[in-house]
């Protein structure tokens, strides 16, 4: 696993949460993240309201 977030832009977008979740999907297939990885990130980023997924969207990417 890299060190480095990778990017994910979510401003200037729909902000709809399954447009988020799509884009960061996408950002870390890019990055190579592990399967397993990305799968707690999906888990950690739905198990709350809007404002708990952009909070968890900012601790595992860096939003651009």
Not at 2 to 22: C, H, M, T, W, Y
Not at 42 to 55: F, M, V
Request: net charge negative; glycine share 4%; aromatic share 10%.
């Amino acid at each position: 696993m890299n060190d480095l977030k990778p990017e994910v832009q979510i401003s200037d977008r729909d902000g709809n949460a399954f447009g988020i979740l799509a884009r960061c999907q996408h950002a870390a297939k890019r990055a190579a993240w592990d399967e397993r990885y990305l799968e707690e990130f999906l888990d950690e980023a739905t198990n709350g309201d809007y404002n708990h997924l952009l909070r968890t969207v900012m601790h595992y990417f860096t939003v651009v």
